[in-house]
Every structure is written in structure tokens, then in C-alpha cells.
């Protein structure tokens, strides 16, 4: 196999390698096309404890071929649909016939295509760096010691700081490229919360039935660290149904208090024990628990004045409430009805601990910093809007916005934001303004706060994209608000 080979797309240009390691999942069809796995190649998965045995052969279009004329793209479910169980890591359970992972073919494609993207010297984008940071974290997941970072270290390899739609799905489709999982699931919880890259699970058909225990990873991460990864849900978008996505859409785990920790109570402890925790922390509630896991109830400020009101020698039990726990992973949206009811809710993290708490108050700052954005947003299409109207000729505002008079504007009210960009753009309108300042610089602000807008209005961003452009916001509406007079 030749580096054209795997540099090359169908029509002979080159840019396949920047999109094998970024654009998308490693399919089996890659591997015949770069020449490293020819159709015909059988497959074996054999039961590591039974020895029993499935076969299976790869078929000219890159699908996994079982004995029963069953055809799969991907490895995975091919895995699951010969053994009758699951889930379960294809890419480590089929191998070729001298005992060669599927899973290390794919390694030495990557390994190539990471070769070719260092040598090219227009390939500024660290491609090549990452290849090799995601190599040595597979190769410490094996080993039994995963690397453990924050997300945002972990965005920063992919030179970002917030997790947008395209981001996300780069990172996620890449770790997976390697057989690393994210524990607990990187879009599931805040920037500064720490993750895990566990390596691929292990099938073990014969220690299921013997102990009743699901396998982990081939790092023999223990049972609790797997027990609850996030995750990724399947996507429809695969024809095999067993492709995992990230979690998309705000999460409780997103808030800041979520998995920060939370102090507790034992249900034997005193009054005295839970009203100090509580003065202490600057608590509102506190939950009883018996162990990490197991919720008893909660007491609150309310609960203790009931209780003691009633009997003033009454136990702490008695103050006990009912509570609610969470998973770290749920969308919070779908959380809302518990905080109404209870007013905080308890989260459990990937190991099925209580791990934090969430109250009303949480919540409530959370839509305000979101919906912070949108409102400048909206002040700033007003502000466009009044400047435009009140000192330029729609007459001449027309032509620049709708020059084939497709869209049959009439009036300054049907406007859109691009117009807005069009119109100030124009050097001749420019000067009608008579503004003392400089049109490129503010047009580059506009265009800068356009793909801000467009992020927005999208929900492509859960790490609020506004934050760090609310200042910038304020100073355009500042500045028009002077100079639009």
C-alpha cells in the first residue's frame, strides 16, 4: 500500500487523511480501500473461556459477512448478532486468521494516514500530535492506567474551548477511532469536571455466567467505573443501529453543582450534625444517605422546624423528607417537573453515586446566563434596524439586499441580519452614516457577531457561545445607541 493510496480520494485529490482522522468513524470498507484488509479476508471471534467459535468474511463493499448470509457494516453489531449478546467491542473480538485484531488493522491505518498529515507541511492543525496522544491513551487504558483530564484539556487537543455540535462529534468519533470511551461522557458534564479514556470492553461470556457480572474494558476497569458511562445513545443514522453518538443537549450534569460533591447525613445522625453541615455549607437541605449510594430521604430547613415544633425532642428522622436523585446524563428539561416538586434534585454520576445536588436556584441561573445572550441578540437587530431605517434610502438599501427583487422587499422591517452586514459593509452607504470610525474594523465585529447569532439561534453550542461575546455585544449596542442618534 502506497501513501497515495490513502491520500487520495475517488477523484484522485488529495485531503482523505485530514478526513479519516477527523471527519468520521473508520468503517471496515477503509481498510479494503487502503489496501490492508482484501475482500474475501475470513474473520474469527472466538469466546475467550468456551472456545466456541464464529465465523465470518469481509465482502467486497465492507460489510462483515456472518455464516448465516447476515450482513453488517459494522463489527460490533456483527459481534452481537453471532453470539446473541451484547454489547460488545467488534473491533477487538474479530480477528484475522495469524490472530491479528480488526482493531489493529484499523491502528495501522490511522498510524498512515497520522505519517502522511505530519509530513504534509500545509497540515498546521495538530492532527498528527493528537494521533499520537490518542495512541498513548489507548496504550495506558490497556495497561490498566487510563488517563484522567478535565474537558476542557480535553477540547484543547482538538484546539477548541467550548463543546459545539461539530466539535463534539470530532472528538467523540475519534476517541472511538482509537477504542477509547469517555467516563463519564464529555458532553455530559461541565468543562472543569475530570473524565476517564477507558479502552474497549472485554467479551466475557464465561465469567457472566459464572459470577452473573457484566465485563468491563480490556484495562480491567473496575465494575463501577462502567457501570454508568453516559451514554451515547444510538444513531439513527447508522444501518446497523449500534453506533454511539454524543450526548447532545443540556444536561444536569452540564450545571456546576452537579458532580462537585455534596455533604450528607447518615439517617442515625443528630439534629445537631445536620443543622451545623447545613450552617456550615450555607445549605437550604441535605440528603440522607446510607452509603454513596443508597438515598434515604432529605431534611430541609422546613422539615427540622416541623419536626421539632411538633416534638422538641424528636429524632432527625423524623425531619426526613422525600428526594430525588438523577442521573448525571439526564437532559434537564426532562428534570424540571422533580425541582418543581422537591426543590433540588440529587445527582448520580457514572458510578451511580450521589455526586451532587441541583436546587431551583441552580436552574434558574443557568436559563439567565443563557438567556442573557439572546436578549442582546435581539437589542442588537433592533439597534441595526433603527440605524438603517432612520438614516439611509430604502430605495438604495434594497438593490444591495435583494438584487434580483426575489424576495420583493418592501419596507426596513424585512431585513435580516446578513442585510444588515450588506447594507454597513457598503462603502457608499458607509459614508452616508458619517460616522468617525473605521467600516472594515466594524464590519469584521459584525461578521464576528453574526456567527455568534448563527450559534445561538442553532443550539449548537451547550457551553453558552454568548459568554465571552456578551462584552462585545454591549459595545456594539453601545456604540450604535452613540453614533445612530
Keep these: ?5 490513502v491520500g487520495e480520494d475517488a477523484d484522485g485529490s488529495s485531503g482523505r487523511a485530514s478526513y479519516l ?3 468520521r468513524r473508520v468503517r471496515v470498507s477503509d481498510l479494503i480501500n487502503a489496501g490492508l484488509l482484501p475482500a474475501g479476508t475470513r474473520l474469527t471471534f472466538r469466546r475467550r473461556r468456551s472456545g466456541e ?6 465482502t467486497e463493499d465492507g460489510k462483515i459477512e456472518l455464516s448465516d448470509g447476515q450482513q453488517f457494516s459494522s463489527p460490533s453489531a456483527a459481534a ?11 473491533w477487538t473480538a474479530w480477528t484475522l486468521d495469524d490472530g491479528t485484531l480488526l482493531d489493529a488493522v484499523r491502528q495501522t491505518l490511522l498510524d498512515t494516514v497520522a505519517a502522511q498529515s505530519s509530513s504534509d507541511s500545509t497540515a498546521a492543525d495538530g ?6 496522544w490518542l495512541r498513548d491513551a489507548r496504550k495506558k487504558a490497556d495497561a490498566g492506567t487510563p488517563i484522567t483530564l478535565s ?4 477540547l484543547s487537543w482538538w484546539g477548541a474551548s467550548r463543546r459545539g455540535y461539530q466539535i463534539s462529534w470530532q472528538i467523540f468519533d475519534e476517541l472511538a477511532n482509537h477504542g477509547l470511551t469517555d467516563v463519564p461522557n464529555f458532553s455530559a458534564v461541565g468543562l472543569d469536571d475530570r473524565i476517564t479514556l477507558i479502552g474497549p470492553s472485554v467479551d466475557t461470556e464465561d465469567e457472566e455466567k459464572e459470577t452473573g457480572q457484566v465485563a468491563t474494558t480490556e484495562s480491567e476497569a473496575p465494575p463501577e467505573l462502567v457501570e454508568l458511562t453516559g451514554a451515547p445513545r444510538p444513531t439513527a443514522s447508522d444501518e446497523d443501529g ?7 443537549g443540556q444536561t444536569i450534569g452540564n450545571l456546576p453543582s452537579a458532580l462537585r460533591g455534596v455533604e450528607w447525613v447518615a439517617p442515625s445522625a443528630s439534629f445537631e450534625e445536620a443543622f451545623t453541615k447545613m450552617r456550615l455549607n450555607g445549605y437550604s437541605q441535605l440528603p440522607v444517605l446510607n452509603g454513596p449510594r443508597n438515598l434515604q430521604g432529605a431534611v430541609t430547613w422546613e422539615s427540622i422546624a416541623l419536626a421539632r415544633y411538633t416534638d422538641d425532642k424528636a429524632p432527625l428522622s423524623r425531619a426526613f423528607v422525600k428526594a430525588h436523585a438523577v442521573s448525571y446524563t439526564d437532559h434537564l428539561i426532562d428534570v424540571l417537573p422533580f425541582l418543581e416538586q422537591f426543590g433540588f434534585v440529587l445527582v448520580k454520576d457514572q458510578t451511580n453515586q450521589i455526586a451532587g445536588i441541583v436546587t431551583v436556584a441552580d436552574v434558574a441561573a443557568e436559563y439567565g446566563a443563557t438567556a442573557r445572550p439572546f436578549l442582546l441578540i435581539g437589542d442588537l437587530d433592533r439597534q441595526l434596524r433603527r440605524v438603517i431605517s432612520e438614516r439611509l434610502d430604502l430605495a438604495e438599501v434594497i438593490p444591495l439586499c435583494d438584487p434580483d427583487g426575489l424576495r420583493k422587499l418592501a419596507s426596513f422591517d424585512q431585513l435580516s441580519y446578513g442585510d444588515y452586514q450588506q447594507v454597513l459593509s457598503n462603502q457608499k452607504q458607509w459614508d452616508c452614516l ?6 472594515k474594523a466594524f464590519a469584521a465585529r459584525l461578521d464576528e457577531l453574526r456567527e455568534v447569532r448563527n450559534e445561538l439561534m442553532h443550539f449548537n453550542d451547550k457551553d453558552k457561545a454568548g459568554d465571552a461575546a456578551i462584552p462585545k455585544l454591549r459595545n456594539m449596542i453601545e456604540l450604535l445607541r452613540a453614533y445612530g442618534v
Excluded at 151 to 154: A, T
Design 127 to 132: 492532527s498528527a500530535a493528537r494521533h499520537a
Design 53 to 58: 467459535a464464529h465465523l465470518a468474511h469481509v
Design 80 to 90: 452481537a448478532e453471532a453470539t446473541g449478546r451484547g454489547p460488545l467491542d467488534g
Design 1 to 5: 500500500m502506497t501513501d497515495a493510496t
Design 434 to 439: 458619517g460616522w468617525p470610525l473605521d467600516r
Design 151 to 154: 474537558v476542557r484539556d480535553l
Design 242 to 248: 449500534d453506533e454511539e453518538q454524543p450526548v447532545q
Design 21 to 23: 482522522i477527523e471527519g
